[in-house]
């Protein structure tokens, strides 16, 4: 019994340990992601070859030859524009972070690679401390956070692996996971220990498990609807013949065209919303094995649901003429700043039956 406590410590300890090493590697990560925009800056040479490089959005200039009296004019064939929506814009993506620039895509590269491998140590460390309670590592916000931020990262890296043009979600997201890291391992900190008897179910493998994967593609879904919002006042004021400022155009050309971003964000939200409402559920059921009732608007219950409302709202919005658009990025962005909500201000500031979970 006494080795079982020694050796279970030192895997906490263990933990711990991995945890604050994939800061470090997060942090250089977030460095080499800075380099890449830095160095990655377009020259006239780059913005002219992104013009002329056909894209899905911005199809090639094709050249039609025409013999004429001996020798060959060429012709050039007018450009064919395909709506996909009444005021969509046919905007190229940008070239992502790098600027196209070869320096500049060797930081990406490093960037990510660098991603990856704190993704791999804190991921460990995640396991670690699951071996180290013998439960599932999300007990109290401390193990929510951790693993919260390994699935995020995870997800970011599962699509780069998918081939979907993703890297510019990098440094935002590299930023996020440090501030969520160093919340966590300074002021949600809990040593580890065994749950109360409510928690010890297996439930807690599903409900928890889907509601951290849910936030995780949630928050890239309101990254890409924030960038989307910036990238679409900057395309505006280029429609309107405004002249936006040096930094606005060093890092906003480089993003995907807007309608790309905000389609991204769509999909992405639209994929996880029945996961969503399977997390609804299965609370729901677990709610009723350990409490006895299936709702009972405890105020983690009622957020929960707010936060289903909201992402409901947008994807009704998103298919209602009139709303689509900004007016239901705005919605998306509320829905997400409720889930936030209901993860800290809930376990935090309001008194509630999951309140027993710990800080």
Known sequence: MILAAETNASLAQMSNTLVYSSMAVYTL?????????????????????AALTPSKTAPAT??????????????????????SAAGTRDVPDGPGAAG?????????????????LGFLIEAAGVISRAIAVQRAPWGNMYEFSTTFSTVAVGAYLGFLVAKKNVRWIGLPLVTTVLLDLGLATTWLYSDSDQLVPALDSYWLWIHVSTAIFCGAVFYLGAVATLLYLFRDSYENKLADGGTPSGFARSVLERLPAAATLDKFAYRVNAAV???????????????????????????????????????????HARATAGWKGRKAAYIALIAFGCFLFNYYGVNIFVNSKHSYAGV
């Open 273 to 315: 919303f029945p996961l969503w409402t399977f997390t609804i559920i299965a609370g729901a059921i677990w709610a009723g094995d350990a409490w006895g009732r299936y709702w009972g608007w405890d105020a983690k219950e009622v957020w929960s649901f707010i936060t289903w409302v909201g992402y409901a709202a947008y994807l």
């Open 62 to 83: 094709v050249s039609v030859q025409v013999k004429k009296a001996g020798g060959t004019a060429v012709l050039d064939r007018p450009e064919v524009v395909t709506r």
């Open 29 to 49: 990560a977030f460095l080499a992601h800075i380099a890449e925009w830095v160095f990655g800056s377009r020259s006239k040479v780059g913005r002219t070859a």
């Open 100 to 116: 196209g620039t070869v320096k500049g895509d060797l930081y990406g590269r490093i960037a990510v690679s660098l991603t990856a």
